[in-house]
Structure formats: C-alpha cells, structure tokens
C-alpha cells in the first residue's frame, strides 16, 4: 500500500494532520524532522547554527532515502523538502504525494506559535516568506492532491485527503 506523503510550506498543518490521517486510516506517521533530529542527535535550530542550511539538507536527504522504502506511512515533510528533487522522486515512487497550502497571513500566525523555524528567524518575517514561498511554490503545486488549509481544521484537511485516497483507489470505504 503507497504511503501519504505530505508537503508543502512550514505552518500549513502537516504534523497535526498527518497525526489524524494516520490516526484514522491505521498508518504509521513519521515526521521527517523530527526523524532528522532523532538521527542526528541534535535540533533542526542547531544544525543550522553549527553547520548551515547545506549541511541540514543533506541530512534530510539521508532520511528520506531510508523512510521512501516504508510501506502504509503518513510522512510528513520539511517545507524545503520539494528543493531536492532526489527526494521528491524518491517519495513519490513509494507514495501519493499531498501538497497542503496556506495564505501568508495564515502561515504568519501559525508559526509565530513556535520559535524552533530557523528560516523565520528574522525581523521581517513575511518578506522571508512570501520569497520562500515565491521559490518553492511550483514544487507544491507538482503534488498529486493540493489542499488549502487556511480556512479548515486539521480534521477538514484529514477528510479531504480520505476522500482523495477513495476516489483515487488507494483506500478502501474503511476510515
């Protein structure tokens, strides 16, 4: 059975619904960073401030290439993942690819919530994101499903998707 891989920027609910969705249809849910941080032995905050952006991706990479071979899993991924595109191939071979989307003033107020976004650690935050979001948006708009959640819950974002999966065959009427 192909995994759910879910993409898109930071802020856009991809843990909390991932969380649900695996909840519901009985997957397994992994979050890409927290796996990097697991693996690692340190927080995504302090890869960037030792070794920098560069070296966080490679770790991401290294993740991905091991958790793409798991079979019935919501993965949930970083924002930035999309910028590889070894690993968007490799979690596309294995998996339906969801993008969830978000205005920026829904994203502004989501992650002004947490202080663990080492991107949105500056004076300016929605110049940062709206030029983020200005490069990564085509690689979100490439997925097999895109979802605007600024508007709707996690649990409205986890029925959409069901749906997606029934209608696409890669779920049965269970869930």
């Known amino acids: 059975?192909?995994?759910?891989?879910?993409?898109?920027?930071m802020g856009t609910g991809k843990t909390s619904t991932g969380r649900l969705l695996a909840n519901r249809v009985g997957y397994s849910f992994i979050d890409t960073d927290n796996k990097i941080e697991a693996v690692n032995?340190?927080?995504?905050?302090?890869?960037?401030?030792?070794?920098?952006?560069?070296?966080?991706?490679?770790?991401?990479t290294e993740v991905i290439e091991t958790i793409a071979k798991y079979h019935h899993a919501v993965i949930s991924t970083g924002g930035g993942v999309v910028l590889n595109p070894h690993n968007m191939n490799l979690l596309s071979q294995n998996g339906v690819v969801v993008s969830l989307t978000a205005s920026i003033?829904?994203?502004?107020?989501?992650?002004?919530?947490?202080?663990?976004?080492?991107?949105?650690?500056?004076?300016?935050?929605r110049k940062v994101i709206e030029e983020l979001l200005k490069a990564r948006i085509e690689f979100y708009h490439k997925a097999d499903c895109v979802i605007d959640?600024?508007?709707?819950?996690?649990?409205?974002?986890?029925?959409?998707?069901?749906?997606?999966?029934?209608?696409g065959g890669i779920l049965r009427a269970r869930g």
Request: charged residues 35%; without cysteine; proline residues 4%.
């Open 149 to 167: 959640t600024s508007n709707i819950s996690p649990l409205q974002v986890t029925d959409k998707i069901i749906d997606f999966m029934r209608k």
């Open 1 to 9: 059975m192909k995994n759910v891989i879910l993409i898109g920027f």
């Open 41 to 60: 032995k340190m927080s995504i905050p302090e890869m960037f401030q030792k070794y920098g952006e560069k070296y966080f991706r490679e770790r991401e």
């Open 105 to 125: 003033d829904s994203i502004l107020e989501r992650t002004s919530r947490r202080n663990s976004r080492p991107l949105l650690e500056t004076v300016d935050r």
